[in-house]
């Protein structure tokens, strides 16, 4: 590419050059040429004024070609009249055609005894023409030198437009470069941390940076995603490997212990079957929830339109059965008949997670309240608790996967029940917050969709 960005510039630049040049070499041929028609026009003039005062029927100037600043002769339009064996300048029938009044002034290039001459052939009254001629030879050469010249300059431009062409196409590419061998780092080491470097003056704001270095920009922003996801896929690797481990350990010695079934007793029997059970259902429940996470986007062909009212009526109504010591109360307002585009089973455990986190650190007896309202642009489901709330410190980490507060480490659960209902809202365009509430204790948990149209 940069050859080629090299190549395409070079003759780009000794185009223009030469195609400058050659305008040049033309207008200083023409000027060149134009001055001696003019000289050649003002001693026609004088000649002529001489020719009719002179008297004398043919005029001869002197012809010695080195010195002579013009040769001068006059044509009568007969061929057959006296007194033109001394003619020295060819003479042609538009000579006479002049000389006669049927052509008019012309000028011709000529050559007498090796020396190339410019001649002017003007009408003189009376049935004769002037011819008067000057030497060209010098003007030619003259112009021959300048062309020379000038192509010595294009050839020198197109050598520096050349340099100047790979010079500019390393400076415009060099982003490009360090991109490419950035991507090549990255491909043999599979390290997304790599970034391409970028100079000190290529550090400006994003309005006053080229294309390529706003591109090199982008693929560091690009790096740093990646590297980050790939860090939270890490992360959520080695946090399931840990919050495996305690489970499975636990069936692993249960299962060992039901081996011996003949050395325990029936009530030893009982129990470690139950806590078989239990652990099961906690890997089941715990796998169920990593696969949850493990998607990104809800299907396409599941999406439909989702009455929210109904849905949250429902999704209290199964929590009342889960947490009967614990009140649900509930207020709709005016969000009847209100849809919004979801999977309604996804958005049901939304709702299931968010009631049950809040069952979860309520104290007994206590309500939790649930409200859904119609805002001019957005609609809002609160759901509030009256447990300890949720502190400065865990705030900013309560919706991490596996993440677990001082408060929640003595209570079942495996910290993945609020990542998996921010991940669920996102992927339905809604905003999932969790704040303190405007008064008393406990958490205040506001999920909002943006309003149908």
Known sequence: MRTRLAVVTSAAVALVALGVLAAAYVVIRYEIRNQLDLQLKQQSGTLAQQARTSGTGVLYAECAWLAAPACAQVVPADPAAPGQRGL???VTGATRRVAAGT???HYSDIVRDGRSLRMLTTPLGHGRALQVAVRSDT???GVEQAGLLLGAVGGAGVLLAAGLGYAASRTAL??????????ERIAATRDPAHRITLPPDEERPQDSRDEITRLATSFNTMLAELEDAVAAQRRLVADASHELRTPLTALRTNAELLARAERLTPAQRDRAAGALGRQLREVTGLVNDLIELARDEEPRQL???VRLDLLTESCVAAARGHWPAT???LRTGDVADVTVPGVPARLARLLANLLDNAAKFSPPGAAVEVRLDRRPDVVELTVRDHGPGISDEDRPHVFDRFYRSRQARALPGSGLGLAMARQIARAH???LTAERPPSGPGALFRLRFPAPG
Not at 174 to 183: D, E, G, K, M, Q
Request: positive net charge; glycine residues 8%.
């Open 88 to 90: 020295v300048l060819p």
């Open 303 to 305: 999406v439909e339109r």
């Open 139 to 141: 003007v030619e050469k």
């Open 327 to 329: 009140p649900f109360t």
């Open 103 to 105: 052509l008019g002034a």
């Open 429 to 431: 365009g809604a905003e």
């Open 174 to 183: 060099r982003p490009v470069s360090r991109l490419t061998a950035t991507a």
